[in-house]
C-alpha cells in the first residue's frame, strides 16, 4: 500500500472531500485507513444503573482510493512512485517533484566493543 501511518492525506471523494489529516491506522487486507478528524461517527452508548449514558465520537476508516498522499516539500495531493537505488532500499517519492516522501528516521549508531 502507498499510504502509510502519520502520512498526511487528503480526502478526495465522499462527505469529507477536502479535509486533511493524518492517518492513524492502516488496515491491509480490505485496503482503508483511518484518517485524524475525518469520517467521524457517534456512538450513542445508553445508561445503566451504574453509568450515565453518553455519545462517543470516533473516526471510521476509509477506502484507500479516497485519500491521496500530501507532499511535505510542494505541498499538494500528489500520486506516490517508487525510486530504487542500486544500493539500499525501495522507497516512496513524489510523483510531481521526484523528492523523497518517507518521514525522516534517524538510525541510531551501535556502539563497537573495542
Same mark, same amino acid.
Not at 467521524?40 to 456512538?43: H, V
Not at 513524489?94 to 516522501?101: D, I, M, Q, T, Y
Given at each position: 500500500m502507498k499510504i502509510k501511518v502519520n502520512? %498526511?492525506?487528503l480526502? %478526495?471523494?465522499g462527505k469529507n472531500k477536502g479535509k486533511t489529516g493524518k492517518v492513524m491506522r492502516v488496515y491491509e487486507n480490505p485496503d482503508r485507513v483511518t484518517v485524524e478528524k475525518a469520517n467521524?461517527?457517534?456512538?450513542h452508548i445508553k445508561k445503566t444503573a451504574t453509568a450515565p449514558g453518553q455519545k462517543i465520537k470516533f473516526e471510521v476508516p476509509l477506502d484507500v482510493s479516497k485519500v491521496m498522499l500530501i507532499c511535505q516539500n510542494c505541498n499538494k495531493?500528489?500520486?506516490v512512485a517508487? *525510486?530504487?537505488p542500486k544500493t539500499g532500499k525501495k522507497f516512496r517519492v513524489?510523483? *510531481?517533484?521526484?523528492?523523497?516522501?518517507e518521514q525522516s528516521v534517524t538510525k541510531v549508531e551501535k556502539k563497537k566493543k573495542a
Open positions: 502520512d %498526511t492525506v480526502v %478526495t471523494a467521524i461517527r457517534t456512538k495531493a500528489v500520486r517508487y *525510486k530504487v513524489c510523483a *510531481k517533484c521526484g523528492e523523497s516522501v
